[in-house]
């Protein structure tokens, strides 16, 4: 076992010679996985598979490594007939651990006999054939196929169940039984065949009694009629009994009475003897089988605990995301009172940086009243400031910076030409073509006046086209300059592009000062006086 940190081999000491690592619960893990193999073992020592493959697939939960634990999960997938699960769980250990391992032996003696593998191919395409008929109903063509499945491969537990249950359906539950008898032989403890069982005893009324008895075989007496000996067959002995005799003397006494002595010797020996281990058998197949249903009992309330810890846990996760979605909306709430009181105190810029770390979706009820309110109070002064920035960055040819500005501009406020155009343009000299046309498209429709009269359509290229030709054209309309410094806080941006003829880019820029608000910045409320008001009245302000 090797440290998982650094790949040091370990020692009994309980750290790591290596790195110095703390390996105490490494140690610990590894324990439970081979306790786990163990308990493995010994079920499928006694041929409860179902209950060595939990008790092996917990193993290697704990150690994925756990080279044993999945070459016997292979052996018991093997054993029950499931060939393809035993050789991934084999390729599986190769992979992890190349060096020395049995399950390279198993891989490659199951791979050298190409007609088992074409056998077990066979049986596997004829199972899902019969899962396919007995979808549609048909039991009789699917009982065919599982009988050749069967005969194939006697150790498929799922055939079993499958070919017992189409029995129990069609009622012919002898049959049922015998089938169920069989697959207990190969897995004594799965519980899919004692369920079965049990249906077939309620039907019937019969138990079912699942104990290996042995069988005895004679061969008939033959008598021979000259000597009138006796001559049969116990197992493989022949034995010959001779005609009686007579004679009264010492001797033939004492030889009868030596002859009983050895005849009550072979009876105890042949007769009492086996039948005495058969009952010692018994009852130790008994307290074994009590012990597996103990044992099984176990794993099952160990199942409804941990599923009743799975339980508990979900319900703490939901707590917590509701906690975290409380402290989200807390937060937000505390965002929003910071941003109010800012615009209270005519700190714009701050109150525009605290309003845009709010998250609208978690406002509700007078919280989504004050955030509106503020949303309509501020959205003049985002407006100017981004228009302002992303004009002076378009003038000095910093379109990257335009377009980030002027996106918050026509945001802010959705109806003003000249963001829109000064973005389109931004894109277009940016060399964005899809990304201009789809503003100037925009436009078109938003503004068909103002685009009529810039002729806004003639700019609109296919998408591949460049738009580095229109630059100077399109830096030409800003030859009047943009007055982004008004005194009273207001935008005063000359709009060249308002009268500039596109086609020279320097015709005249006087452009009759179109204002970027469609009306004095400073009338339109950049101070926020209604936007003032309707908070005062929210926070009880007069």
């Known amino acids: 076992m090797n440290c998982i940190y650094c790949g040091t081999p370990l020692s009994d000491i309980d750290y790591c010679t290596g790195c110095g690592a703390d390996i105490t619960i490494l140690k610990r893990v590894a324990r439970i996985s081979n306790l786990l193999y163990n308990e493995g073992l010994d079920k499928a020592r006694v041929r409860d598979l179902s209950g060595a493959i939990k008790s092996l697939k917990r ?34 250990s190769k992979n992890m651990n190349p060096d020395d391992n049995l399950a390279e032996y198993y891989i490659d003696k199951l791979q050298s006999n190409k007609n088992k593998l074409d056998t077990i191919n066979q049986t596997i395409r004829k199972y899902n054939q019969a899962l396919v008929y ?80 042995r069988k005895k075989k004679y061969a008939k007496e033959k008598v021979d009629r000259l000597s009138g000996t006796v001559t049969y067959m116990n197992g493989n002995e022949m034995i010959i009994q001779p005609t009686t005799f007579r004679d009264s003397s010492a001797v033939a006494t004492f030889i009868n009475i030596f002859l009983g002595i050895v005849l009550g010797a072979a009876v105890v020996w042949f007769l009492v003897v086996p039948s005495t281990r058969q009952s010692i058998y018994e009852k130790a197949n008994a307290q074994v089988t009590d012990a597996n249903s103990q044992m099984a009992a176990q794993v099952s309330r160990v199942q409804g605990l ?28 505390d965002e929003i009172l910071q941003a109010a009181n800012y615009y209270l105190a005519n700190d714009m810029t701050k109150a525009a940086d605290a309003f845009n770390q709010i998250e609208e979706s978690s ?23 981004a228009y302002n920035a992303g004009a002076t960055a378009f003038a000095s040819g910093d379109y990257k910076t335009a377009i980030t500005q002027l996106k918050k501009a026509t945001e802010a406020k959705t109806d003003d030409f000249n963001a829109w155009y000064y973005l389109a343009f931004s894109y277009r000299n940016n060399n964005d073509t899809k990304k201009a046309n789809k503003i100037f498209r925009q436009i078109v429709q938003q503004f068909p006046t103002q685009a009529a009269a810039y002729n806004i359509s003639g700019y609109i290229t296919s998408d591949t086209s460049s738009g580095s030709s229109t630059t100077n054209a399109t830096q030409g309309t800003t ?21 500039t003829d596109n086609t020279t880019g320097a015709d005249d820029t006087t452009g009759g000062d179109q204002d970027t608000t469609g009306n004095d910045t400073t009338g339109n409320d950049t101070t926020g006086d209604n936007g003032t008001a309707d908070i005062n009245n929210m926070f009880g302000i007069e």
């Open 134 to 213: 007995c979808r549609e109903d048909h039991d009789d063509m699917a009982m065919i196929q599982l009988k050749k499945v069967l005969s194939q491969n006697p150790k498929l537990i799922k055939a079993y169940h499958l070919l017992a249950l189409l029995y129990l359906k069609h009622q012919d539950y002898e049959k049922a039984r015998k089938l169920l008898k069989k697959a207990a032989f190969i897995d004594t403890n799965n519980t899919t065949t004692l369920r079965y069982l049990q249906e077939v005893e309620l039907a019937t009324g019969i138990s079912t009694s699942l104990d290996v008895k």
């Open 306 to 333: 941990q599923e009743e810890i799975d339980g508990y846990q979900s319900k703490v996760d939901a707590a917590n995301k509701a906690k975290e979605e409380a402290d989200k909306k807390a937060d937000s709430y």
């Open 363 to 385: 406002m509700t009820g007078k919280g989504q009243e004050l955030y509106a309110t503020l949303k309509t109070a501020l959205a003049d002064y985002v407006f100017t400031e």
């Open 479 to 499: 030859t009047g300059g943009t007055d982004t410094t008004n005194t009273a806080g207001t935008t005063d941006t000359t709009n060249a592009a308002g009268t």
């Open 59 to 92: 193993s290697l939960e704990f150690n994925k490594e756990n080279k044993d634990a999945r070459n016997l999960l292979g052996l018991v997938y093997f054993e029950s007939g499931e060939v393809v699960s035993a050789l991934t769980e084999w390729v599986i």
